[in-house]
């Protein structure tokens, strides 16, 4: 799904901007996650599709109205879903809204590279390009530290196997009931840069992804218990499945030395993640 106007949480579904004070729906423990009660992903959109030589692209676009879920402004966006010749899916986001707001947007599909129905993703092996993580609390709700990775389970820098790492007795790790945080990705230079890899080592395929955002959501599927049921009765149970949200940090309105999500009037938000597929 498409996420917005706010991929991730909001402590207290409240924020300032401009001397205002905004308050967002409350749709978890008292906070606000990934756009309210009716987000981008539950919205319709327009669509329309292109067809190139080496490339196929969907191209979905809507209108978000001033107060919906209490965010500020209209705000016009559009996303593009572009099919490389190079086997990369490549997402571009687009808005711009007529009054100050805030915007953050990402792409929360659940992979597992072994196949659907091939069980969890403890075998899938990770590497994060990063050296920071964003501490939360019990709420999944940041404190405002940036947190070395280095000597903690946090660390994906080498290959490790995510199973090796799930069970482990980490504060972070119990708060979250496994990953669900956001790492502050080691960017060298502006445009796209290597954010991370992904490994099935059942199907042999591989998936990077490459991002002009400054972090990355890593999500083991914590909360799935079995209730979504997907291809040829697929039951989704925990593990089942994992995120990597390109993203800009949770709750940043209310941390000033985390990089801005505001987006003034007439400026145009732009962001690119690919997803990249490698058989090995």
Known sequence: CIVGRYANRIAGGCFRLENNTYNLALNSNGNHLHGGNHGFDKAVWKSTTEVFDDRVSLRLSRLSPDGEEGYPGNLYVTVVYTITAN???????????????????????????????????????????????????????????????????????????????????????LHAGGFDHNWVLNRKEEGLNFAARLKGPASGRIMEVWTTEPGIQFYTGNFLDGTIVGKDGCAYKKHYGLCLETQHFPDSPNNTHFPSTKLLRGDIYDSTTVYKFIHS
Do not use: W
């Open 87 to 173: 086997n990369e899916l490549k997402i571009d986001y687009f808005a711009k809204a007529d009054a100050d707001t805030i915007v953050n947007l990402t792409h929360h599909s659940y992979f597992n590279l072994d196949g659907h129905s091939s069980g969890n993703i403890c075998d899938h092996e990770l590497l994060i390009y990063s050296d920071y993580f964003t501490e939360i609390n019990k709420e999944l709700i940041p404190t405002g530290q940036l947190c070395e990775v280095k000597g903690t389970p946090m660390d994906f820098n080498s290959t490790a196997r995510i199973g090796d790492r799930l069970e482990n007795t980490y504060e972070q790790l």
